[in-house]
């Protein structure tokens, strides 16, 4: 492997001070025109790189974001890096990203991981896990600049990006009250969950509002893996209140409940219908996609994140100037 060429090499071979050099190469004012011309020409004779590393070290910056989610496999948290990849490279960021797994436990750890490693910023989503929020507090308290988006925990004071997931089921909710269904089930996520209480409340006001019974027996929580999403698709399907329609957690849940529909020999979305949260891509492709889902907009998170967090690293926001961002959500109608 070659070796790498360093301001020491370039003052050696011009014998002047690698001071002069790293001054020369910063086009500084009190280095002569003669001198600032030869370094670059050696420097760009010898392919020489600047250290990224070594620049921020003397800003007392790594240069680096850690990003902490659930599930990269999961489509909406690929765009929310999308989001975020996007500005940071502008801004010539490194980003580390990490999974929790939705492992309370691991996202304990990378968080410590993160500040004893001295990151710039961190923007973290919650493992479905997570209750106690005692590791994201030690993370503030050493003030690191944090940015939380999509699932974030309660009680907590720091900057936050969010879709509007409340108005998003309570939409949801409407528009199949609207095309005549009567017995419509909530298939919700985790307790845990904000986003989960969310949507509770915009299912519970939309059936209120429509003058439908709010019943125990239609709702039903899933831990978001498929075993348990069956479990409870099984139990809303072998009830006497057997549901015509259902608002799940997001498209990957509609997807596992639709499979145990199609066990009982019923027609998804002509004998019991579904709309639910994400608006995956896939859904194009599907021959029966849920009816409609609501757009949650994760590229637009990722990035309102991302600029968040760096607008605080570089002093521009405050960090006692907490930032809440809520975005609308969109409900796309892909079935009539």
């Not at 039903?220 to 608002?247: F, G, I, Y």
């Amino acid at each position: 492997m070659k070796d790498v060429v360093t301001i020491k090499e370039i003052a050696r071979q011009l014998n002047v001070s690698p001071s002069t050099v790293s001054r020369a190469l910063q086009n500084h004012p009190r280095i002569s025109a003669y001198t600032r011309d030869a370094v670059h020409a050696l420097a760009d004779q010898l392919k020489y790189l600047p250290s990224t590393t070594a620049r921020n070290l003397q800003r007392g910056r790594t240069g680096v974001i850690g990003m902490v989610l659930p599930e990269i496999r999961e489509n909406f948290f690929s765009e929310v890096i999308n989001g975020v990849e996007e500005l940071a490279f502008e801004h010539h960021m490194t980003v580390a990203l990490y999974q929790s797994h939705d492992r309370f436990d691991r996202e304990k750890q990378i968080l410590t991981v993160l500040a004893s490693n001295r990151v710039d910023g961190v923007l973290l989503s919650v493992a479905k896990e997570t209750q106690q929020i005692h590791h994201i507090q030690e993370v503030l308290d050493r003030q690191i600049p944090l940015v939380l988006f999509d699932r974030i925990p309660p009680h907590i004071a720091a900057h936050q990006v969010e879709c509007n997931m409340e108005k998003g089921a309570y939409e949801a909710t409407k528009w199949l009250a609207r095309r005549g269904h009567r017995r419509i089930a909530l298939l919700n996520g985790p307790h845990a969950l904000i986003a989960s209480e969310e949507r509770y409340r915009g299912y519970i006001t939309a059936l209120v509002e429509e003058g439908l019974p709010v019943e125990n027996a239609l709702i039903k929580r899933s831990d978001l893996t498929t075993p348990e999403t069956a479990l409870k698709m099984n139990q809303l399907l072998s009830s006497t209140t057997r549901p015509d329609a259902v608002l799940t957690f997001n498209d990957y849940v509609a997807l596992d409940a639709m499979q145990v529909c199609r066990n009982y020999g019923l027609v998804v979305n002509r004998d019991i219908a579904f709309v639910s949260f994400a608006n995956l891509p896939l859904n194009t492709y599907l021959e029966h996609p849920p009816l409609a889902s609501v757009e949650q907009h994760p590229y637009q998170i990722g990035f309102m994140a991302a600029e968040i967090l760096l607008n605080v690293i570089n002093g521009k926001i405050a960090p006692t100037d907490l930032q809440k961002v809520i975005l609308e959500p969109e409900l796309v109608i892909r079935g009539q």
